[in-house]
């Protein structure tokens, strides 16, 4: 969404295929941009999903399908093929970690055929990339955000924090995230339990919401944190948290390239990145990589944090995650595989 915001729409135009289970689907937004929503049968029924797949792409006649759906992609792009679609885009966002290991195993039986039926390969990042497509050429296209949106407002962060309850001198963690097992929100807790016996003021916020969040909310309760947690839920405007928050952790057990990384260093936050996480998102040069395998590396950097801290933003350091100048790089490489088939 962040790219069909910015790409040029009179060039260039977006339908979306989306499993009819998904949530959060922006279709107002999509339909006022010039956009169609087509809601298919989720992958997990994979014959109705690759059926649905090949009766749109015949009826409709696009000329370039762009598959988000990393390993999923050959669902999709084997049927974009069988029907004809000339150019077919394989767009990896993501790696394998621990922690899923039914989803790791899916992801390594498909990820042979990555290479099978598209004739492009785009990646969020160099890391993603390679994972995919191993020694096969590919494109990154950088998950671009609106620089000037996320730019620091200190009387924001204030009006945030006196929202929250939290004390000036109170170091707010923050993390957002979708709850699921890849981002690894428990970890968090654990690290907050060993900072409060360690008697620093500080408190923990969750942005987001998912399948894991009431587990999570559990284990911060049998920890004895719970006073010490917030769960804000989901919300479309997160510079505001950033602002508010004093440090930004991510103890992913994999990632391709975290957009809330790039969102987070451009609000001028503190950033702790789990080792997993490529050093490709550490745009402005101050971001920490720790382990994940004990939370007491972690404490132990966090207590170097105060509240208030913030690092430099200098534009230069996000030149590559600019969506006004990447929304223009992908309209024309969108026209120049179009012009390519019409020759």
């Not at 936050?269 to 040069?285: A, H, K, M």
């Amino acid at each position: 969404m962040n790219y069909y915001r910015h790409i040029d729409r009179t060039r260039v135009q977006y339908d979306f295929l989306v499993d009819s289970d998904s949530t959060r689907i922006p279709e107002e937004e999509i339909t006022s941009l010039g956009g169609r929503v087509f809601k298919i049968p989720p992958y997990q029924h994979p014959l109705q999903y690759r059926r649905a797949l090949i009766q749109l792409f015949l009826e409709y006649h696009w000329k370039i399908v762009h598959s988000h759906v990393n390993t999923l992609s050959v669902f999709p792009l084997s049927a974009a093929k069988e029907a004809g679609i000339p150019i077919r885009i394989a767009h990896s966002h993501s790696t394998t970690g621990k922690g899923e290991p039914i989803k790791n195993i899916m992801k390594l039986a498909l990820r042979p055929f990555a290479n099978v039926y598209p004739t492009e390969r785009f990646a969020c990042s160099n890391y993603a990339g390679e994972w995919l497509f191993g020694d096969k050429d590919y494109v990154v296209i950088p998950n671009a955000i609106p620089l000037d949106r996320f730019r620091f407002d200190p009387q924001t962060r204030q009006r945030i924090r006196e929202g929250l309850n939290i004390a000036p001198d109170t170091l707010l963690i923050g993390h957002i995230g979708r709850f699921m097992p890849q981002k690894n929100q428990r970890f968090l807790v654990d690290v907050l339990a060993d900072l409060l016996q360690r008697h620093v003021k500080a408190q923990l916020a969750f942005v987001g919401e998912g399948p894991d969040m009431g587990s999570v909310k559990m284990y911060a309760g049998t920890m004895g944190v719970q006073d010490h947690v917030m769960f804000l839920g989901q919300h479309s405007d997160v510079c505001k948290y950033y602002w508010a928050f004093d440090v930004f952790c991510l103890p992913s057990q994999y990632e391709g390239l975290c957009l809330v990384g790039i969102e987070a260093q451009r609000a001028g936050l503190p950033c702790i990145f789990s080792s997993p996480v490529t050093d490709e998102v550490n745009v402005t040069g101050t971001a920490q990589f720790l382990p994940i395998n004990s939370p007491q590396k972690w404490v132990e950097a966090l207590e170097h944090h105060a509240p208030g801290k913030r690092i430099p933003t200098d534009d230069e350091a996000f030149h590559d995650y600019d969506i006004v100048k990447q929304g223009q790089l992908l309209t024309q490489r969108y026209i120049d595989l179009y012009n390519r088939i019409n020759k």
